[in-house]
């Protein structure tokens, strides 16, 4: 099994939407000319692990997969004071994806955003956690961050040398209210090039295993109800498998979610963000969506 997210971007399919680093020229350029789309548009940010640029540790992935810890702070903390409304995967799902729930008063002034991380690397424990807790201290604010986690890769309870999360720290993560856990398969395998029984067991045995993980804390079940596609990869029979098993999907592939005109669960889209991705980037795009979305309002119109 690999990691290495970039290492399989060559062979993979390019991304139809706009680059990162153009998205926050294309709202600006449609703001200026008054073109009248009026769906709103939600940035959801995929992340992989996360580094101490203060620590001489280093982990087998690569860096560039890796974004600064004091960075995620930085725009964790931003968002915090201007009023974001941190996503779950059901969040998403269920008030802006189906509808079939309204926004809660106390949310309707909020700014959407969801933040996820994939391949369930350590550092999202032990750099992550520490950070929240903080935060939480300071604004009295509890944020959740999603996890798409590959239950093949789960290191064994106290082990030393894994880059993978333990089920333990999953479980506190979980219950101290920070994770949203949700499925990547189970061992992070390119699912357009697997068999129907070899496709079927990544995705039920990994929603199987997670479940089993943090079954007394999740009696909902809501856990692995969600998926990311590994290497962002699919097609017409992945996406169909996957919708036996799961809500919703999600893709990597730099693009924005028009949730107005979204009709397809299992490709939501999300940004990729590395090292190349500053902090300050995000927040210029976030704020500037959000302004976007406020002056239209959460309009269904496309």
């Known amino acids: 099994m690999t990691d290495n997210h970039d290492s ?3 062979n993979s399919p390019k991304p139809k939407g706009f680059s990162l680093s153009l998205v926050l020229g294309f709202v600006i ?5 008054n073109i009248q789309y009026t769906a709103p548009i939600i940035p959801i940010l995929g992340f992989h692990g996360i580094i101490d640029a203060k620590s001489n540790v280093r982990n087998s992935y690569p860096e560039d997969m890796q974004y600064l810890k004091q960075d995620i702070e930085k725009l964790i903390e931003q968002l915090i004071i201007n009023d974001y409304w941190f996503l779950t995967t059901q969040d998403l799902y269920d008030f802006f994806l189906t509808k079939s729930k309204k926004i809660p008063s106390q949310y309707q002034k909020k700014k ?3 933040i996820s991380f994939d391949d369930g690397y350590k550092t999202v424990y032990t ?3 520490p950070i929240l807790y903080k935060l939480q201290k300071k604004y009295g604010k509890k944020v959740k961050v999603v996890l798409f986690i590959n239950p093949g890769s789960l290191a064994r309870k106290g082990s030393h040398d894994s880059i993978h999360l333990e089920c333990n720290e999953l479980r506190e993560g979980l219950r101290k209210g920070f994770y949203d856990i949700q499925s990547h398969g189970l061992n992070h395998k390119d699912l357009t090039k697997l068999n129907r029984r070899e496709l079927i067991k990544e995705l039920l045995q990994a929603r199987t295993e997670l479940r089993k993980c943090t079954h007394d804390l999740d009696p909902d079940q809501q856990v692995a109800s969600h998926f990311a596609y590994p290497y962002g990869a699919h097609n017409q029979q992945v996406e ?5 098993y799961y809500l919703s999907s999600y893709l990597y592939n730099d ?3 028009n949730y107005g005109c979204s009709k397809n669960h299992y490709e ?3 940004l990729m ?6 902090t300050k980037q995000l927040l210029e795009i976030a704020e500037t969506l959000s302004l976007r979305n406020n002056q239209k309002g959460y309009k269904d119109k496309c």
């Open 8 to 10: 399989n971007f060559v």
């Open 29 to 33: 350029f449609f703001s200026i000319v």
């Open 112 to 114: 959407p955003v969801m």
């Open 127 to 129: 750099n992550l956690i």
């Open 240 to 244: 169909s498998y996957v919708s036996k």
């Open 255 to 257: 693009e924005l979610l």
């Open 268 to 270: 939501i889209p999300r």
């Open 273 to 278: 963000v590395n090292r190349q991705k500053s």
